[in-house]
T-cell receptor, first 117, second 109 residues
Framework: GAVVSQHPSWVICKSGTSVKIECRSL??????MFWYRQFPKQSLMLMAT?????????EQGVEKDKFLINHASLTLSTLTVTSAHPEDSSFYIC?????????????FGQGTRLTVV | GQNIDQPTEMTATEGAIVQINCTYQ??????LFWYQQHAGEAPTFLSY??LDGLEEKGRFSSFLSRSKGYSYLLLKELQMKDSASYLC??????????WGAGTKLIIKP
């Protein structure tokens, strides 16, 4: 099946610094990429949706200036958490969607566990 | 509004069968997914239903009734490694995934 590679798997950063998370679709063209956040014992929460070459659409309550999303190509999207704070500590997951076997499926990256200290 | 309901937690015995239900109300429907998620890991794809009926894949089967807004995931011959959260997600008319909160499945020996 299709593969989505997310990097890094985990990161610890100091409060006030920025962290970039990469999401790559390795063997298909991802027309749409989704970024999710998951707090412990909670469901996945969609943060934003991005289509290649256009600005991301953010969900209500998600700060655009804090969570910068770039989807410059059909195989790469990045999420940058700017000026991170301890409350941003969470599990971030990307998902790439493209046409595959006549149906649209969403394939997930491995996830990134961010800890802000 | 859009809503996905599934039980919070279920317990089953190793070797047995368990059925996890999911009901949904969404604006449009372009398919229903079941994912398995072990603690600390990203979800992994289990099944996809877009037409009514049963899809069987090894020990796992998924059923869909679009008229009832209902799906279930059936797990047979349960193994300890099946202990995980099972997430139901519906793809709406905009092809966005609407997620349920997940069902934590606990397998006992």
């Amino acid at each position: 099946g299709a593969v989505v590679s997310q990097h890094p798997s985990w990161v610890i950063c100091k409060s006030g610094t920025s962290v970039k998370i990469e999401c790559r679709s390795l063997d298909f063209q991802a027309t749409t990429m989704f970024w999710y956040r998951q707090f412990p014992k909670q469901s996945l929460m969609l943060m934003a949706t991005s289509n290649e070459g256009s600005k991301a659409t953010y969900e209500q309550g998600v700060e655009k200036d804090k969570f910068l999303i770039n989807h410059a190509s059909l195989t790469l999207s990045t999420l940058t958490v700017t000026s991170a704070h301890p409350e941003d500590s969470s599990f971030y997951i990307c998902s790439a969607s493209g046409r595959s076997d006549s149906k649209t499926e969403a394939f997930f990256g491995q996830g990134t566990r961010l800890t802000v200290v | 509004g859009q809503n996905i309901d599934q039980p919070t937690e279920m317990t089953a015995t190793e070797g047995a069968i368990v059925q996890i239900n999911c009901t949904y109300q969404t604006s449009g429907f372009n398919g229903l997914f079941w994912y398995q998620q072990h603690a600390g890991e990203a979800p992994t794809f289990l099944s996809y239903n877009v037409l009514d009926g049963l899809e069987e894949k090894g020990r796992f089967s998924s059923f869909l009734s679009r008229s009832k807004g209902y799906s279930y995931l059936l797990l047979k011959e349960l193994q300890m490694k099946d202990s995980a959260s099972y997430l139901c997600a519906v793809q709406d008319s905009n092809y966005q995934l609407i997620w349920g909160a997940g069902t934590k499945l606990i397998i006992k020996p």
